[in-house]
Each structure stands twice: as C-alpha cells, then as structure tokens.
C-alpha cells in the first residue's frame, strides 16, 4: 500500500482513506494507519476534512485507546455543513451497537434537530424513544419514518417496527 500511494492513488485523499480502512479492518499497523487517515483529511491540495475521514480517523483512535481524541473528530464531523442525515444516523446506530445508548439517543435527536423532517430522522427518534422506554413516542416517529421510507426493505423494516410497538412491546437495540 505504500507503494501504491505513491503512485496514481497517492493523489486524492481516497487512496489514503482506503489504506487507512485496511489498517482498521485488519487491526494492523495502526499507527500507519492513523498516519494515512490524517493524509486524508489534512494533505495541501489532497486532504478533505469530511464526515467519512473524520470518523476513519476516529474509529483507529478508538481501536488505538484514544476516546477523548476520537469523540472530538466525530463532534466535528457531526457539524460539517455536508455532514448528511444518513451518516448522522449511521454513527449514532454504530453507537447502540457499542452499547453507548445515551450517546446516540443524542445523537439520533441532534440529527432530528438539524435535519428535520427527512429520511431517516424519525426512524432514528424511533429508536431513541424506545431506548428511552417511550413506547408511544416511539411508534409515532416510526409511523412517521414508514410514511417516509425510501424502499421496500426499508418499509418491511419499518412495518415490523410498527407492529412491535403497537402491541406495546419494545424493539432489540
């Protein structure tokens, strides 16, 4: 991969983001890795600070044992103008599955506040409400996000979720 940077990937800042999530993904040589994720984001004329590079970038400092240095890039990340709400809402799921629960019910309604009424905004204070243990809630913005749902896996997805708190019962997290 080295090599390879020098070359025709060397020049944008996806060469260097990639090799970055090969470091990550195999848990290899991280601190090489850590190294191309701030090529990424920070090379003159190359590097883009964007929500992606951020969060590679935060997701070795996690592996790495960094938490403090990680939640900063991702609080910056969260505000970039071009953050969109989809990768708003990706974090915050990938914060439920390390069983940060608090941290992504704020994130979840943070997405809610800036974006507003779009794809997936409700389906993510669904699952905020519901962690909250606010099953009526949760059914109202999960009705919502069904309205809403962009495809048809997404609407079973969302028909399941309907159901499950229509009958007063909670969802897995």
Known sequence: MRHQLTTLP??????????????????THLD?????????????????????????????LTQMGREPEAATLMQQGLKLPGTTPIEIHS??????????????????????????????????????YAAEGDIPKALEHARKALDQAPDPVNKQSLEGMVQIFSQGRNIEQ
Do not use: C
Not at 10 to 27: D, E, I, K, R, V
């Open 10 to 27: 060397g020049f944008n800042y996806q060469g260097y983001l990639n090799a970055s999530q090969y470091t990550l993904q195999a848990n």
């Open 32 to 60: 090489q890795g850590l190294e191309w994720a701030g090529t990424a984001i920070s090379m003159p004329f190359i590097g883009q600070a964007n929500f992606m590079t951020l969060s590679n970038k935060a997701q070795i």
């Open 91 to 128: 974090y915050a799921r990938q914060l439920q599955a390390a069983k940060k629960t608090q941290e992504a019910i704020a994130v979840f309604k943070m997405n809610a506040v800036r974006n507003g009424d779009v794809w997936p905004t409700h389906v993510g204070l669904a699952r905020a």
